[in-house]
């Protein structure tokens, strides 16, 4: 009968140890969850953010150079323009000349304005660096986690983690975007006016 | 006398096309890399700022954080301040208008526009 007993406690025992066991392996299976719910939610993200660089990126450089290219069309003219005035001042042709003086002065006003049109398109370097300042927070994220559930998994107490270091201090806004402006500045003008 | 505007950004991009654009309309521009410096080189300015053009996202203290503390001090308290800024959310525009801002443009913009803003203050 005592035999019986024993065995009983024995069993009894090796149970609390086994529903002890388990209750750890949900324990680590919560922390485990979470930070790897978010890092299955930052990867797309950090990704979405550099295919979103590198798109804009390619546009504003294209506009770049098609503004360039008209530029330097425009200084041929106006190299052009300049010795048929030579011509036509040797030929005393006043009339032309003054013709294609005003001719000329407008392409230069063109250059000018394709001046700030370049200006205007290098402005994607702001924003494309607050989308890659979001991806680098992103996966600065994404390593906080993995840290996390390495300690679970070698069962470290999240407390004795050592802090992941930030490269520097990020000031962003996630949504910025050379394309999509939706804003009508009239719209704006009204909100402040009504103040 | 030049009308002087200072311009807040933590993009060295921004705060060269922003000044660019109106240092060729015949303003004087000062720079400030955040709220913080900006705070910093407005107390410590002999001349008087006409107009401050801020951003919003900036490090240490930000646009809203800059515009707070200028519209506390009597001598700011009436300065025209534009934001300049991507963020483009109503939220953002309310929030523009609580904290005392005059006016609010979104990047990436145009010079005219931005200049034409500038004038609507500094006409005269």
């Not at chain 1, 294209?62 to 048929?84: F, K």
């Not at chain 1, 392409?107 to 924003?127: E, G, H, R, T, Y």
């Not at chain 2, 930000?62 to 200028?70: E, N, P, R, V």
Request: hydrophobic share 40%; net charge negative; charged share 30%.
């Amino acid at each position: 009968m005592s035999e019986v007993l024993n065995l009983q406690d024995k069993i009894k025992n090796e149970l609390l140890d086994i529903s002890g066991t388990i209750s750890e392996i949900v324990d680590s299976y919560k922390q485990l969850h979470s930070p790897l719910v978010e890092t299955q939610k930052n990867v797309p993200k950090a990704t979405e953010q550099l295919d979103k660089i590198a798109e804009q990126t390619a546009a504003a450089t294209h506009r770049m150079l098609d503004t360039a290219e008209l530029i330097t069309q425009r200084e041929d003219e106006v190299i052009a323009g300049l010795n048929i005035i030579k011509e036509k001042i040797n030929n005393k042709n006043y009339d032309e000349v003054i013709e294609l003086c005003d001719d000329l002065a407008l392409k230069a006003s063109d250059n000018n304005n394709d001046a700030f049109v370049i200006m205007d398109a290098l402005q994607f370097q702001d924003i494309t660096s607050q989308q890659i300042d979001h991806a680098v927070v992103l996966l600065e994220e994404l390593e906080k986690k993995l840290h996390r559930i390495l300690a679970v998994l070698n069962g470290e107490d999240n407390k004795d983690l050592p802090e992941v270091s930030v490269s520097k201090k990020r000031a962003f806004d996630p949504h910025a975007d050379l394309f999509t402006n939706k804003t009508n500045q009239h719209d704006i003008d009204s909100l402040f006016s009504k103040k | 006398m030049d009308r002087i505007i200072l311009v807040v950004d933590d993009s060295p991009t921004v705060i060269k096309f922003v000044s660019f654009s109106l240092k060729n309309k015949g303003y004087k521009v000062v720079t400030a890399c955040d709220g913080m410096d900006a705070v910093e080189k407005i107390s410590n300015m002999s001349e008087k700022v006409d107009l401050v053009i801020t951003d919003l996202n900036m490090p240490n203290l930000d646009g809203y954080g800059l515009i707070d503390t200028l519209r506390h001090n009597d001598e700011f308290c009436e300065t025209p301040i534009i934001i300049l800024t991507s963020e483009e959310e109503e939220e953002d525009k309310q929030k523009g208008i609580q904290v005392g801002a005059s006016s609010y443009l979104v990047k990436p913009f145009k010079p005219a526009l931005l200049v034409n803003e500038v004038e609507k203050y500094l006409k005269n």
